[in-house]
């Protein structure tokens, strides 16, 4: 049996570091979080700012459509895209579905954020939602989304992926900088919650969340932007409940953060 010690993983490169860091310190606004979805996998929490909202985009339905109810329940339409299932699991009111998945390119069962909204948008003055839970494609489909488009969507609710490799490996962390720089100057993170069920991989001493939630609001809506009080929030759950709760590593937050339930 091998005594060999494992390998030590460390930061590649510490400048890409640092852009994903800051954008991922979660801030605070005047405007208090609410919760959008299921209490567990599924649910998000959100500014209550959803007035005005024509439509809620959602990539990656998989076996979840709570939160696109949630919406429902406010007047918010759908529209849903995941090429993994044949229809959402749940009848939502008014929103629509299609096969596909969402990337950086229109070609047989992927497209483009931009083709899909061009092609359904209900209001071209009005503000949308995205939420996104892709499997690691929100980098590639964020980067290749116009600018212009990105600022349509007042919250854009994601999931990120990968976030071991992205620090430690240079051809994750390309992809993942390149959507970060195109978000940073109209996007603020305003909530970040560690998902529990992939676990955790230690960099430089630290345990990184393999995968994170996190709530993005526009800059023009986030009034009396601070950085984030204590966390977790009071709305936040654990993704699965029989898994530990994983804590925000300490790059990514203020003396106040806790471990997330």
């Known amino acids: 049996m091998s005594t060999q010690a494992p390998a030590i993983r ?32 599924g649910g998000y929490l959100l500014p209550d700012d959803l007035r005005g909202i024509a439509a ?79 499997e690691g494609a929100e980098y590639a489909t964020l980067s290749a989304a116009p600018r212009d488009l990105l600022r349509r969507f007042r919250m854009i609710v994601i999931e990120w992926h990968h976030l071991p490799s992205i620090l430690t490996k240079p051809r994750f962390m390309g992809p993942a900088r390149a959507a970060i720089e195109k978000l940073r100057e109209d996007f603020v993170t305003v909530h970040l919650h560690p998902n529990n069920v992939s676990g955790s991989v230690e960099i430089d001493g630290e345990p990184i969340p393999r995968v994170v939630e996190a709530t993005l609001l526009r800059r023009d809506r986030a009034q009396g932007l601070r950085p984030a009080g204590a966390l977790p929030h009071p709305l936040d759950r654990r993704h699965n409940p029989r898994k530990p709760a994983l804590a925000l590593p300490g790059r990514w937050s203020s003396d106040m953060v806790k471990e997330c339930k």
């Not at 208090?32 to 979805?37: A, E, N, Q, V």
């Not at 759908?78 to 096969?99: C, I, K, Q, T, Y």
């Open 10 to 41: 460390s930061v590649h490169d510490a400048e890409g570091a640092a852009v994903i860091d800051a954008f991922m310190r979660p801030h605070e606004t005047d405007t208090p979080l609410i919760r959008m979805g299921d209490f567990g996998d």
């Open 56 to 134: 809620c985009y959602s990539p990656g339905v998989s076996e979840q459509a709570s939160f696109e109810m949630d919406m429902a329940k406010r007047g918010i339409a759908s529209f849903m895209a995941d090429a993994s299932v044949e229809h959402p699991p749940l009848n939502v009111p008014g929103a629509e579905f299609v096969r596909k998945f969402l990337g950086d390119k229109d070609e047989g069962e992927v497209m483009t954020l931009a083709s899909w909204v061009a092609a359904t948008d209900p209001d071209p003055d009005a503000d949308l939602l995205l939420q996104m839970d892709i």
